[in-house]
């Protein structure tokens, strides 16, 4: 695998769709964001006024404007030109103070200009699966927090949700009873590669995720030094009326499909 050949072809299948994900995001993020990323990324945070944080991933900046409204001092990179402009133009109409940055979360130098023992929280919310290699970025959030600091992250859930589930619904007709059942079906979780998924219904240039067992992923952490000290599953408490598919995850509510946790330096 070559990770900067995947890199630069990721780069560019953002910066395709980044108009796409713009709207689809809004200035406060989709269903999927408000109802699980977002809480469960908040809830971990546990943020202060005035603290420093980082937003890794930033997207559109659905998460980093929520941030900055409850009074952080923000700064918030993105490996997509077009995306970091179109972040840029929604902040500035709302009057939000961000300071986005075009950096690339495989290059460990350049997070590292951000200044070290700089932050005092990291967020990374629905990007590691993005990256084809994680530990640049944990190596430099080791050096860019405080020694109190803490990474918060959100990512799709490593044992449900990234390993491409084939999506199941059944209906049985039992003594009278009709019951609708909703599961998933995995093929693999150990050994994954690489795989080009559809992203949100709609969504333009199909991009690479990189699936990450749970001892992987959070490996790669362990790695820089960090521990993992909180954890959430968040999932569907009820059902998205009007969704795009009969089949979105709001119809199953036993799994969680995203994974939100909390990795403090040891
Ligand atoms: C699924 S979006 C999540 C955006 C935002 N954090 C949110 O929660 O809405 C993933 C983002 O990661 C960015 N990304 C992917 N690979 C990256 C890399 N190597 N360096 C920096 N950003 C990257 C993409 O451009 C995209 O904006």
Partial sequence: MDIKQLNDEGRELWNRKARFWDELQGDSGNVFHRRLVEPSVLQLLE???????????????????????????????????????????????????????????????????????RFDAITCSMTLMDIPAVDPLFAAASQLLKPAGRFVFSTMHPAFNSNNPIFLHEKEDRDGVVRDYFSVKLRAYLDMPPVKGSGAPGEPTPHYYYHRSLSELLGAAFAAGFVLDALLEPAFEAEVKDSATSLDWSRFRQFPPILSGRLRLS
């Fill in 47 to 117: 943020l202060r006024a005035g603290e420093s944080v980082l937003d890794a991933g930033c997207g559109n900046g659905a998460l980093t404007r929520r941030l900055a409204r409850a009074g952080a001092v923000v700064t918030a990179f993105d490996f997509s030109a077009v995306m970091i402009e179109l972040a840029r133009e929604r902040s500035r109409a709302a009057g939000d103070n961000v300071d986005y940055q075009l950096i690339d979360a495989t290059d460990e130098a350049a997070m590292l200009q951000l200044g070290e023992r």
